[in-house]
């Protein structure tokens, strides 16, 4: 579909016979690398002591999910320019970036619109708030009610667990819809966020919890995520190309709430009990 579009741009843009424009600079406000989070925020989303990084103990080694922050060219920066609504989304970037648009002094007169389709244009979020424990993904239990002294007990991973996230309703566009999402959570907390985190099996960690005599012992392991949730803005595209204007106008703009669960890649976050009943 996108190629098909690429296509036409080029067929239909060619007919004004202009030097092409594909430059790319530093992106400018709405599309440049993020900074780091506020203190403030840093604060909301600092890991507590439970929580341990097991990138270097992981027996599956997961790969980084860090989503590019595509550079608009300077045809991209112009034509975004020109839109009463805000376009963050990667993908229509993309297609843009590698749209050639040509002019000439001679083209009074010339007139062409190409539908580009219906795009999830922008995400605005709402709330951004940590889980730390979003699913159990291991028990590691030792019975110590016959013993004498303490017995020390410490994570051990019993068995692969694949710990998934996803968006909380079905909307159009689902896989757009979640890179944007998941930009904008990894930009406000710091965080390694992946929809997909893989925790291997025989992953350890030296941490030690001690099981006093005459009771039972729990080592509780949780796989952290984010909730973010928000609205996305939806519209039709559409390239008008009016003389030596290159203009992008978006219809029928609708908007949806929106949430999604993003686990935190390598952490685990453990909780330990003692009792002295089988739970």
Same mark, same amino acid.
């Given at each position: 579909?996108? +190629?098909?579009? *690429?296509?036409?741009?080029?067929?239909?843009? @060619? &007919?004004?016979?202009? !030097?092409?424009? #594909?430059?790319?600079? $530093?992106?400018?406000?709405?599309?440049?690398?993020?900074?780091?989070?506020?203190?403030?925020?840093?604060?909301?989303?600092?890991?507590?002591?439970?929580?341990?990084?097991?990138?270097?103990?992981?027996?599956?080694?997961?790969?980084?999910?860090?989503?590019?922050?595509?550079?608009?060219?300077?045809?991209?920066?112009?034509?975004?320019?020109?839109? +009463?609504?805000? *376009?963050?989304?990667?993908?229509?970037?993309? @297609? &843009?970036?590698?749209? !050639?648009?040509? #002019?000439?002094?001679? $083209?009074?007169?010339?007139?062409?619109?190409?539908?580009?389709?219906?795009?999830?244009?922008?995400?605005?979020?709402?709330?951004?708030?940590?889980?730390?424990?979003?699913?159990?993904?291991?028990?590691?239990?030792?019975?110590?009610?016959?013993?004498?002294?303490?017995?020390?007990?410490?994570?051990?991973?019993?068995?692969?667990?694949?710990?998934?996230?996803?968006?909380?309703?079905?909307?159009?566009?689902?896989?757009?819809?979640?890179?944007?999402?998941?930009?904008?959570?990894?930009?406000?907390?710091?965080?390694?966020?992946?929809?997909?985190?893989?925790?291997?099996?025989?992953?350890?960690?030296?941490?030690?919890?001690?099981?006093?005599?005459?009771?039972?012992?729990?080592?509780?392991?949780?796989?952290?995520?984010?909730?973010?949730?928000?609205?996305?803005?939806?519209?039709?595209?559409?390239?008008?190309?009016?003389?030596?204007?290159?203009?992008?106008?978006?219809?029928?703009?609708?908007?949806?709430?929106?949430?999604?669960?993003?686990?935190?890649?390598?952490?685990?976050?453990?909780?330990?009990?003692?009792?002295?009943?089988?739970?």
């Amino acid at each position: 579909m996108k +190629k098909n579009l *690429i296509i036409l741009l080029s067929m239909v843009l @060619l &007919l004004s016979c202009f !030097t092409s424009v #594909s430059a790319e600079k $530093a992106p400018e406000k709405g599309n440049k690398k993020p900074e780091p989070p506020k203190q403030e925020e840093k604060a909301k989303y600092a890991i507590p002591d439970s929580v341990m990084n097991i990138t270097k103990e992981n027996t599956y080694p997961n790969p980084t999910e860090d989503l590019p922050y595509l550079q608009p060219s300077d045809l991209t920066k112009d034509l975004l320019s020109t839109s +009463k609504v805000k *376009i963050e989304n990667p993908d229509l970037i993309r @297609l &843009l970036n590698e749209t !050639t648009i040509n #002019s000439t002094p001679f $083209a009074l007169g010339y007139r062409a619109i190409v539908y580009l389709g219906e795009w999830p244009l922008n995400y605005e979020s709402t709330e951004t708030s940590p889980n730390w424990e979003y699913q159990k993904i291991n028990t590691n239990y030792y019975d110590n009610r016959g013993g004498k002294s303490p017995y020390q007990i410490h994570y051990v991973q019993e068995q692969q667990k694949t710990v998934k996230g996803g968006l909380t309703a079905k909307i159009k566009n689902a896989e757009d819809v979640q890179k944007m999402m998941m930009l904008t959570a990894a930009k406000k907390t710091g965080l390694p966020l992946s929809f997909e985190t893989i925790v291997g099996a025989g992953t350890k960690k030296d941490q030690i919890y001690n099981i006093q005599p005459k009771r039972l012992g729990y080592l509780y392991g949780y796989a952290p995520a984010i909730n973010e949730k928000g609205k996305v803005t939806f519209g039709e595209v559409y390239l008008m190309l009016k003389g030596n204007k290159k203009l992008i106008v978006v219809k029928n703009v609708t908007s949806q709430g929106i949430g999604a669960w993003i686990p935190i890649q390598d952490h685990v976050s453990f909780g330990f009990v003692a009792s002295e009943r089988p739970r």
